[in-house]
C-alpha cells in the first residue's frame, strides 16, 4: 500500500518562500507521476506542479511558472516544491498525490493515492 507524508507548509508573508515535502512509501516501481494538487473552499483541487519519477519531466500550473519549483531525491522517495515569491493567491490546502501512470492531464481523479494536506497562508 503506497502512502504519502506530507511536511512543510505554514504562514508567510507575500513575497516569502516555503517548501514542502511529500515522503513515499510502499512504491516498487522507480517511475510513477507525484506532485502536488491545490485546493480552496468551494473550488476544485489544482494541479500545481508534478513531476514524471523516471524521466524527471516536469508539469507547472501557469501561475506558478517561475516562482515553485518541484524536485526529488530517488533515494529517500521524496518530492520537494519550493514555493518562492508567494502571492495571497497561493493560499490553499496543498496535497501531495502520486499515480502509478505517466503525468499527462491535470485531473485529480487520475490520481490514486493522496495525502492528508498541508496548509499554506499567505498573507498580504
Known amino acids: 500500500q503506497v502512502q504519502l507524508v506530507e511536511s512543510g507548509g505554514g504562514s508567510v508573508q507575500a513575497g516569502g518562500s516555503l517548501r514542502l515535502s511529500c515522503a513515499a512509501s510502499?512504491?516498487?516501481?522507480?517511475?510513477?507521476?507525484m506532485g502536488w494538487f491545490r485546493q480552496t473552499p468551494g473550488k476544485e483541487r489544482e494541479r500545481v506542479a508534478v513531476?514524471?519519477?523516471?524521466?524527471?519531466?516536469?508539469y507547472y500550473a501557469t501561475s506558478v511558472k517561475g516562482r515553485f519549483t518541484i524536485s526529488q531525491d530517488n533515494a529517500k522517495r521524496t518530492v520537494y516544491l519550493q514555493m518562492n515569491s508567494l502571492k495571497p493567491e497561493d493560499t490553499a490546502m496543498y496535497y501531495c498525490?502520486?499515480?502509478?501512470?505517466?503525468?499527462?492531464?491535470?485531473?485529480?481523479?487520475?490520481?490514486?493515492?493522496w495525502g492528508q494536506g498541508t496548509q499554506v497562508t499567505v498573507s498580504s
Open positions: 498525490a502520486a499515480r502509478d501512470t505517466g503525468c499527462g492531464g491535470v485531473d485529480s481523479t487520475a490520481y490514486k493515492y
Open positions: 513531476i514524471n519519477t523516471g524521466t524527471r519531466t516536469t
Open positions: 510502499g512504491y516498487t516501481s522507480r517511475n510513477y507521476c
